[in-house]
């Protein structure tokens, strides 16, 4: 039986879990709390608890057993929790032919606008982003060492049912903060899922893999084509210097960059179902009129 384990059942790694599910796969994964294992069970998955603090027996069992295993949990300041507490499980286990590692283009820092592809050297510039790169190192080094396959993927913004500008939009919640040059690329939640599925029918060990849209965008442009599609009235300007933004938003503007996706169609032979904002967005304004 085919059996991917999900270090971090969330909003990213449940659509692809879901899509696995469905196609017969066992499934297991954690979560931190008991509400969250619950209604996470109810959609059919198995579930543990982890923290990221120790090390969970009934995590080693089924680690043990799986043959695909997808990490969805951040590092924190003393590292990747889930290698800190099962990378000794995770390199002995005997039926794993794939790992997942969810990342971001953060790695990559500021490039003033200009475009960036995986053979771009990393210059992580905020906290998290040094964070995120040296447990990718941690990860591919895993690889190397134990012989199993694992794949990094850089993932843009993400956006979705339920998350991203339109969403901010329909709740009354967008800001449109101009910084003139600036751009964002993003991706949706159910492309992610593509491209992991695609990656695992196509395994290459160590690869990475920028996981964007085809258009990198000004934010305000992405906030103004969700109030036309929705009806909301367009919020004012306001300019980055002015902007009241929490010291995390702040970050997000220090980093200006042009994304490639040009491997995972090249080499992994994605289509993406949302190649810009336009599309994702138009989709996700027809659901919320239903």
Sequence with gaps: MTRLFVFGIGYTARVFA??????GWQ????TRGEDKAKALRGEGFDISLFSGNERADDVCDELRRATHLLVSIGPGEEGDPVLACHGDEIAAAPDLDWIGYLS???VYG????AWVGEDSAPNPKSKRSVLRL???????????TSGKAVHVFRLAGIYGPRRGPLENVLRGKARRIVKPGQVFNRIHVDDIATVL???VA???AGGIYNVADDEPAPPQDVVEHACKLTGVDLPPEVAFEDADLSPMGRSFYGENKRVSNRLIKEELGVTLAYPTYREGMAGLAASAKR
């Design 110 to 113: 500021d490039h003033a606008g």
């Design 202 to 204: 196509r395994p290459r």
């Design 27 to 30: 499934v297991h994964g954690t």
């Design 134 to 144: 040296q447990a990718e190192n941690d990860w591919l080094a895993l690889g190397r």
């Design 18 to 23: 879901r899509r696995k599910l469905a196609e």
């Design 197 to 199: 599925e695609a990656s």
């Design 104 to 106: 971001t283009v953060g």
